[in-house]
C-alpha cells in the first residue's frame, strides 16, 4: 500500500515540475512579445490590436505560447518541427534543401507566416493566425537550443542536475536561466527594456537569426564538459547570454511587425 502511495506521489510531483516548467516557458515568450509589443508604432499597435480583437480575450501576451499549446491539436502535428532548425554536428552552415526540407523548420516559418500575416487579402482570422506563430517563433529562433548542432535533439538528450532535480540543457535555456533571477514579468521588462531599444535591428535573414543562435551553442562553457550536475556559476554565467537573445528577439520582432503591419489600412 505504501509503495503504490509512492508511486502516485511521485507521479503527482512530476506532474506539478513538468507544469511549472511549461509556465516558465511560457513566461519567456510572453516577456519576449510584451517587450516587442512595447517598442510597436502606434500604427502598427493599432494592426496589432484589431487583429487580437477578433479572438475574445486575446492580448499579445497571452498568445505568445499558443503555437506551444496546439502543436498536439488535430489539424496542427506538422507544426511540431516549425519550433526549431538543426544543423549538422558542430558545424553553423544553413543548407534549406538539408537543414529545413520543405520548409518545415523555423527559419521558413517565420518567413512563411510573416508574409501571410502581411498579406491583408487574407481573412481576419488566417492573420491572427500567422500573428500568433510569428510572435512564438521570434522566440524560439533565439533560443540557442532551438538551432542544435549537436546530435542530442537541441540538449535534450543532454542530461544534468539543477539545483537536486533531474532536467535537461534544452529545459536549462527554456526556464531555469531566466526563472533564476527571482524576476517576475514587470521585473523583467523594467531590466530589459533598455537593452530591446539598443539593440540593432538591420534587416536580416531569418536564416542569419538561427545562425547567431547556433554559434552561441560553441561559445565557451555553454555546453558543459560532461552530462551531470551542472557546473558550479553555470546560471549566473550564462543569464546574461539569455537574456540578450531574449532583447534581441523582442527588437526584432517588433521591426518585423513595424514592416508587416506598420501602414495603416
Known amino acids: 500500500m505504501m509503495q503504490k502511495f509512492l508511486t502516485v506521489a511521485a507521479l503527482l510531483l512530476g506532474l506539478t515540475l513538468a ?9 519567456g515568450h510572453r516577456l519576449v512579445a510584451q517587450l516587442a509589443y512595447d517598442r510597436l508604432s502606434p500604427a502598427t499597435r493599432a494592426q496589432v490590436d484589431a487583429l487580437l480583437a477578433l479572438e475574445p ?5 497571452n498568445i505568445a505560447s499558443w503555437a506551444d499549446e496546439i502543436r498536439k491539436q488535430p489539424g496542427f502535428e506538422a507544426t511540431g518541427t516549425l519550433h526549431y532548425v538543426n544543423f549538422p554536428y558542430r558545424s553553423c552552415a544553413y543548407e534549406p534543401a538539408r537543414d529545413c526540407p520543405d520548409g518545415a523548420c523555423v527559419v521558413a516559418a517565420l518567413d512563411r507566416y510573416s508574409t501571410a500575416l502581411g498579406d491583408r487579402t487574407l481573412p481576419g482570422e488566417k492573420r491572427l ?3 500568433k506563430f510569428v510572435v512564438h517563433f521570434a522566440g524560439d529562433i533565439h533560443q540557442p537550443m532551438h538551432a542544435g548542432n549537436r546530435d542530442d535533439r537541441g540538449g535534450n ?4 542536475n539543477v539545483n537536486g532535480q533531474g532536467s535537461n540543457l534544452h529545459a536549462v535555456w527554456d526556464y531555469d536561466l531566466l526563472k533564476s533571477a527571482g524576476l517576475d514579468l514587470s521585473g523583467y521588462r523594467d531590466r530589459l527594456a533598455s537593452r530591446v531599444a539598443a539593440s540593432a535591428t538591420e534587416p536580416m535573414a531569418f536564416r542569419d537569426w538561427a545562425l547567431e543562435s547556433c554559434r552561441l551553442l560553441d561559445a565557451d562553457g555553454v ?16 543569464r546574461p ?7 534581441q528577439a523582442a527588437a526584432r520582432l517588433a521591426a518585423l511587425l513595424e514592416q508587416r503591419l506598420g501602414r495603416s489600412e
Open 241 to 247: 547570454q539569455a537574456e540578450a537573445r531574449v532583447a
Open 157 to 160: 538528450r543532454f542530461q544534468v
Open 19 to 27: 507544469t511549472a516548467a511549461h509556465g516558465w516557458t511560457a513566461f
Open 129 to 131: 493566425e500567422a500573428l
Open 57 to 61: 480575450g486575446a492580448d499579445i501576451r
Open 223 to 238: 555546453y558543459p564538459r560532461r552530462p551531470g550536475k551542472l557546473p558550479k556559476g553555470y546560471l549566473d554565467a550564462h
